[in-house]
């Protein structure tokens, strides 16, 4: 495929403002009642529908060159709507597909998911997994069947297949991964959690068939966190630049002391230092996605630079606008609660910020 220009996000993202700005759900429906799974399978073939589930492919899978820049400018726009998408776990998930030729019908699974009627999620508790569940109790049998339950599962509800990656105790071991198609053998049990937007489930596997990817190295395990990684710190940015203006608009509008709350001197030295971080944020996405489409010696550096910088500042500034609002900002009616409840619920994904920053660090040492 041709390699997407600047011309071609610009063109993509204008056309997903347009398609958003239809959707029928709203951010105080979302907050009150959730998202129902019949809300989720609706973003899911729109997304489908607008071509972005495709940006997902690798090229190993017929994907487009420089598709992590495209993904960034798509989750940008997405994160700050905050709309609830499979996209990151498809990004992720289509990369270990990519790696392997284990996977019997490859195409027809990859363009079922591209067209929205199949979900893949991911369970387990390697790297690669977005959600990490050490407590899980998977055990896959001589004859290949897997039993035991794992949860924490982003879409498992939604989901019509689960890449399963288990990690042994010994790091020495490689991890295994394995294709498990939701079937009468795996049970699903939604789990509550505190960010209205999210959707967890536990997964019970009860001597469930699976295709065992055994061809899948570390290698490729990494490569698939590290797209997940940068797709989610665009996602990240895209909603703390929301939150952000948000709080700006509010600040030049809000009156006390017979002047705009936001022309005190205390209050601007505080948001121009949150300026910085979300400018650095962006910048950071930039280089992530531009590193791993010219798959650049210093690619991992600048992903979980991304990683930890996307998450602090996102939590961060999410944080500060809830005490720049005041009262407001701690009640139901405003959205300033949805954007810090995401940016918790995104923090330990892909592993904590402190996780990223030691193995940022660690690149210098080589």
Same mark, same amino acid.
């Given at each position: 495929?041709?390699?997407?220009?600047?011309?071609?996000?610009?063109?993509?993202?204008?056309?997903?403002?347009?398609?958003?700005?239809?959707?029928?759900?709203?951010?105080?429906?979302?907050?009150? %009642? &959730?998202?129902?799974?019949?809300?989720?399978?609706?973003?899911?073939?729109?997304?489908?529908?607008? &071509?972005?589930?495709?940006?997902?492919?690798?090229?190993?899978?017929?994907?487009?060159?420089?598709?992590?820049?495209?993904?960034?400018?798509?989750?940008?726009?997405?994160?700050?709507?905050?709309?609830?998408?499979?996209?990151?776990?498809?990004?992720?998930?289509?990369?270990?597909?990519?790696?392997?030729? +284990?996977?019997?019908?490859?195409?027809?699974?990859?363009? +079922?998911?591209?067209?929205?009627?199949?979900?893949?999620? #991911?369970?387990?508790?390697?790297?690669?997994?977005?959600?990490?569940?050490?407590?899980?109790?998977?055990?896959?049998?001589?004859?290949?069947?897997?039993?035991?339950?794992?949860?924490?599962?982003?879409?498992?509800?939604?989901?019509?297949?689960?890449?399963?990656?288990?990690?042994?105790?010994?790091?020495?071991?490689?991890? $295994?991964?394995?294709?498990?198609?939701?079937?009468?053998?795996?049970?699903?049990?939604?789990?509550?959690?505190?960010?209205? #937007?999210?959707?967890?489930?536990?997964?019970?596997?009860?001597?469930? %068939?699976?295709?065992? #990817?055994?061809?899948?190295?570390?290698?490729?395990?990494?490569?698939?966190?590290?797209?997940?990684?940068?797709?989610?710190?665009?996602?990240?940015?895209?909603?703390?630049?929301?939150?952000?203006?948000?709080?700006?608009?509010?600040?030049?509008?809000?009156?006390?002391?017979?002047?705009?709350? &936001?022309?005190?001197?205390?209050?601007?030295?505080?948001?121009?230092?949150?300026?910085?971080?979300? %400018?650095?944020?962006?910048?950071?996405?930039?280089?992530?996605?531009?590193?791993?489409?010219?798959?650049?010696?210093?690619?991992?550096?600048?992903?979980? #630079?991304?990683?930890?910088?996307?998450?602090?500042?996102?939590? %961060?500034?999410?944080?500060?606008?809830? $005490?720049?609002?005041?009262?407001?900002?701690?009640?139901?009616?405003?959205?300033?609660?949805?954007?810090?409840?995401?940016?918790?619920?995104?923090?330990?994904?892909? &592993?904590?910020?402190?996780?990223?920053?030691?193995?940022?660090?660690?690149?210098?040492?080589?």
């Amino acid at each position: 495929m041709l390699e997407l220009n600047h011309s071609d996000i610009l063109a993509l993202r204008s056309a997903l403002i347009k398609a958003l700005e239809s959707l029928p759900l709203d951010q105080s429906t979302m907050a009150n %009642e &959730g998202v129902a799974l019949s809300g989720h399978q609706l973003l899911n073939h729109q997304l489908a529908e607008l &071509g972005l589930l495709d940006l997902a492919r690798p090229q190993a899978l017929e994907g487009y060159p420089g598709r992590h820049g495209a993904l960034a400018a798509v989750l940008d726009e997405l994160g700050r709507k905050l709309i609830p998408t499979t996209l990151v776990n498809t990004v992720t998930a289509l990369s270990l597909c990519g790696s392997t030729q +284990s996977l019997s019908d490859q195409s027809v699974l990859v363009s +079922s998911i591209a067209a929205g009627d199949s979900v893949i999620a #991911l369970a387990g508790n390697a790297e690669c997994v977005p959600y990490i569940d050490d407590s899980h109790t998977l055990v896959v049998d001589e004859s290949g069947r897997i039993s035991g339950c794992v949860s924490l599962v982003e879409y498992g509800e939604l989901a019509t297949h689960t890449l399963v990656c288990i990690q042994q105790k010994n790091r020495a071991q490689p991890t $295994q991964v394995f294709l498990v198609e939701h079937g009468q053998c795996v049970k699903v049990v939604k789990q509550k959690v505190n960010d209205p #937007l999210a959707a967890f489930s536990r997964l019970e596997f009860s001597h469930a %068939e699976t295709q065992a #990817l055994s061809d899948i190295d570390q290698q490729a395990i990494e490569w698939a966190q590290m797209s997940g990684l940068c797709a989610l710190a665009a996602e990240q940015a895209g909603a703390a630049q929301a939150i952000f203006d948000v709080t700006i608009e509010y600040l030049k509008t809000r009156y006390q002391f017979g002047r705009a709350v &936001g022309s005190f001197q205390a209050v601007k030295h505080m948001v121009a230092d949150l300026l910085v971080e979300l %400018e650095s944020s962006k910048s950071a996405v930039i280089a992530a996605a531009t590193a791993l489409d010219r798959q650049l010696p210093d690619m991992r550096r600048a992903v979980h #630079l991304a990683a930890f910088t996307c998450a602090d500042v996102f939590r %961060e500034i999410s944080a500060q606008a809830i $005490q720049l609002h005041g009262g407001i900002a701690y009640t139901r009616e405003h959205c300033a609660h949805l954007y810090w409840r995401r940016a918790r619920t995104w923090m330990p994904m892909f &592993g904590s910020s402190d996780q990223h920053r030691d193995c940022y660090l660690a690149t210098w040492e080589h």
